[in-house]
Nanobody, 123 residues
Framework: QVQLVESGGGSVQTGGSLRLSCAAFGYTYSSYCMGWFRQGPGKEREGVATIDSNGVTSYADSVKGRFTISQDNAKNTLYLQMNSLKPEDTAMYYC?????????????????WGQGTQVTVSS
């Protein structure tokens, strides 16, 4: 059974940093492509960053230069390093897994989701 478990969320002030982790269980991690998504209060869920099985990354314009997605295949773990955080980054952050293919930010293609971890950035 595929299971994704996020951790690392918390409350920080503007300009602070957090590192989110997503531990994957129940499947061969390297066979899937991964992504981070977020949903802020009163907003729709949106893509933040994705990474494929070759380590190729994609980022939403709003986080480019501030966030870094990475993965450790040996540890079956996905990461999101978030620097220079802003209040608009406040959201529940989710990791997700999909069969690799086109359209990395298409949420419909992600078959497995974690329960989310809350990030709150205060001004």
């Amino acid at each position: 059974q595929v299971q994704l478990v996020e951790s690392g969320g918390g409350s920080v002030q503007t300009g602070g940093s957090l590192r989110l982790s997503c531990a994957a269980f129940g499947y061969t991690y390297s066979s899937y492509c991964m992504g981070w998504f977020r949903q802020g209060p009163g907003k729709e869920r949106e893509g933040v960053a994705t990474i494929d099985s070759n380590g190729v990354t994609s980022y939403a314009d709003s986080v480019k230069g501030r966030f870094t997605i990475s993965q450790d295949n040996a540890k079956n773990t996905l990461y999101l390093q978030m620097n220079s955080l802003k209040p608009e980054d406040t959201a529940m952050y989710y990791c997700a897994a999909r069969a690799c293919g086109l359209a990395p930010f298409d949420m419909v293609k992600y078959s497995h989701w974690g329960q989310g971890t809350q990030v709150t950035v205060s001004s």
